[in-house]
């Protein structure tokens, strides 16, 4: 009999033990003893029904896994051997820099290969690049600007003036033009950072120690860096955005605290158009909450909230981006930057350095952590990025 005959049967017979049970009860709703003995019988009927359905249930589960293949068809292509990396991309370098990280003895003894002036060790590639990703991810201004790798100074030269074209006549003398040229000199300015780790921790092999480290200098560095990206002085630090030597000034605001729609239009229109096909706003979030109230002159507000998740919002159809660091709406303050931000580099020096402090912090039962990137920033082209300037 198949399972589907037995189910059909078991169900029936529960049908009939229900209409037996509605027709033989007494006056006091009971069985008698000839009546129960007979139901008692039903009832062990459909015990065994159900105990040979589940039998049945089972044995084709055992079919049905024994019917599948033994062996999986050989899909994949033979495997291919890839060159050992080698320096700071090696698997070797890798694992001794956890190990150092942890106090342990090393194994490989690559470490000297990234042996850093300041007595660290270079972290290993795929560490560098977790800390980068966390940068661009915490760091809104890393995403917008053009991002350099050096290795020294450098010096960028820029065209200060340009040649003119002339109509000249035929057999005329042709009229000379200039173009002069200037220098903008990227350096490395020194950020650190300084940590503490338990040691109960560090013996914990369950405590991801690699990206718990990452993460924080991560989170430390970018917050240094936006704030200096936005208004560093340049002295030992980037120059920021929003300050003097930073992008140029497109206009000035009539008032010290707020600004105009037409002020807006007008910040975008001091931007020359090939700049204008790749530029986005930047400016606080106390300046949105107050641009956010501005309509134009059909009564529309100028600012438009992002559909798409991902997507900035827009400010007279171009995405704004707000960061903490750019100046509020105050006398004199650089409170709005429009432009293509890409005009404003950074140069990373090669290397992030991690140099573990043994001794300092032992009496507290901690181990120290310094970390150190060496980055500079500042505006190439400052007509690339035109500011609006709050009345003095």
């Known amino acids: 009999m198949k399972i589907t005959e037995m189910r059909e049967k078991r169900a029936k017979l529960w049908n009939t033990m229900e209409g037996f049970l509605d027709t033989h009860r007494n006056d006091k709703g009971v069985l008698s003893a000839e009546d129960d003995a007979t139901y008692a019988a039903m009832e062990q009927d459909l015990n065994d029904m159900t105990n040979e359905i589940r039998r049945m249930e089972r044995k084709d589960a055992i079919e049905a896994e024994l019917s599948k293949p033994v062996n999986a068809p050989l899909t994949s292509q033979p495997e291919k051997h890839e060159p050992e990396k080698e320096g700071r991309a090696s698997n070797a370098y890798k694992e001794d820099f956890g190990r150092h990280l942890r106090g342990r003895q090393l194994l490989h003894n690559v470490l000297s290969e990234g042996t850093d002036a300041d007595g660290g060790y270079l972290v290993p590639e795929e560490f560098e690049h977790q800390i980068v990703t966390g940068l661009d991810e915490a760091n809104v201004i890393r995403s917008l600007a053009k991002v350099i790798t050096t290795h020294s100074e450098r010096k960028i030269p820029v065209a200060s003036t340009h040649s003119t074209a002339q109509w000249t006549a035929e057999n005329a003398v042709y009229t000379e033009s200039n173009p002069s040229f200037g220098q903008k000199q990227i350096d490395a300015f020194k950020l650190t950072d300084l940590i503490r780790v338990s040691t109960e921790l560090l013996q914990d092999f369950a405590f991801d120690l ?66 204008r096909r790749n530029a986005s706003f930047l400016m606080n979030d106390a300046t949105i909450s107050a641009i956010r109230k501005l309509k134009d002159g059909n009564g529309v507000y100028l600012w438009q909230p992002s559909l798409q998740a991902g997507e900035p919002d827009r400010l007279l159809g171009y995405e704004l981006h707000t960061s903490p660091y750019v100046p509020t709406m105050a006398a004199s303050a650089y409170a709005i930057a429009f432009g293509d931000f890409k005009n404003y580099w950074i140069a990373d020096r090669a290397g992030r350095t991690v140099q573990r402090l043994n001794e300092l912090y032992a009496t507290n039962g901690q181990i120290g952590y310094v970390a150190t990137e060496r980055v500079d920033g500042k505006v190439i082209l400052p007509e690339g990025i035109q500011l609006l300037r709050m009345k003095a």
Not at 237 to 259: H, K, S
Not at 265 to 274: C, D, F, G, N, T
């Open 210 to 275: 690699e990206a718990y480290i990452a993460a924080e200098f991560a989170r430390a560095f970018g917050i240094a860096e936006e704030q200096a990206f936005c208004v560093g002085t340049g002295t030992n630090q980037p120059t920021g955005i929003f300050t003097a030597n930073g992008g140029q000034v497109g206009i000035t605001a009539a008032a010290n605290n707020a600004v105009t729609a037409d002020e807006l239009i007008s910040l975008v229109y001091a931007l020359k158009s090939p700049y």
